[in-house]
Every structure is written in structure tokens, then in C-alpha cells.
């Protein structure tokens, strides 16, 4: 099976504020983006059991133009907060590199 690191050139998060996280999947051409960019693996769940946030909330926003996907999700604390690990939020991608995609 084909993972999120195969098919995107380039793979993001960072903060969307103090409460959210926004993680972009560019794809590496037209092709993918087509074949990846709706699949069930990227579901609301898939970021409830990696970064335990409620999977309702989850947003999923296709951007064609350019190829990629952003994704935001509420963060379990808020930045800054005395649980804090990744201030800016620039680690949190690397839990998706790993993912299969149907």
C-alpha cells in the first residue's frame, strides 16, 4: 500500500490559532491529488486516534488548484498551555508521513 509520504512532495502542520492545528498534504502532481485526496484513510477518525481530537470537529478542505489538502482539528491543549510540547504546532505532520492510503 501506497503512505502519505509516497505521494506528497511536501507535508505540513502549524498552528490556526491557540486552539487549532492545520496540517497541508501536497500531493506530488494532478495524479495523486485525484487518486488521494478524498480517501477514506484521511478520515475525522484517523486524527481522533492520532492526536486524540473529536473527529465532529475535524475540517477537511480541498484546495485543487494547487494540488493539496488542508486539514485543522482543535488541539487537545491549548498553545502555550502547561501540557504544551510543540508550541507552533510544526511537528505534529510527522504522525501522518506513515499512513496507508487505500
Not at 484517523?46 to 494540488?67: H, M
Request: hydrophobic share 35%; aromatic share 10%; net charge neutral.
Amino acid at each position: 500500500m501506497v503512505k502519505i509520504r509516497d505521494v506528497c512532495r511536501h507535508v505540513r502542520s502549524k498552528n490556526a490559532g491557540p486552539f487549532w492545528v492545520t496540517v497541508d498534504l501536497f500531493f506530488d502532481g494532478p495524479e495523486n491529488y485525484r487518486a488521494y485526496h478524498g480517501n477514506a484513510s484521511l478520515s475525522p477518525d484517523l486524527f481522533r486516534d492520532l492526536f486524540g481530537t473529536d473527529p465532529a470537529l475535524v475540517k477537511k478542505i480541498p484546495v485543487k488548484d494547487l494540488n493539496m489538502v488542508k486539514i485543522s482539528y482543535p488541539r487537545a491543549t491549548p498553545q502555550g498551555g502547561m501540557e504544551e510540547r510543540d508550541m507552533h504546532s510544526g511537528q505534529q505532520y510527522v504522525r501522518l508521513l506513515d499512513i496507508e492510503l487505500s
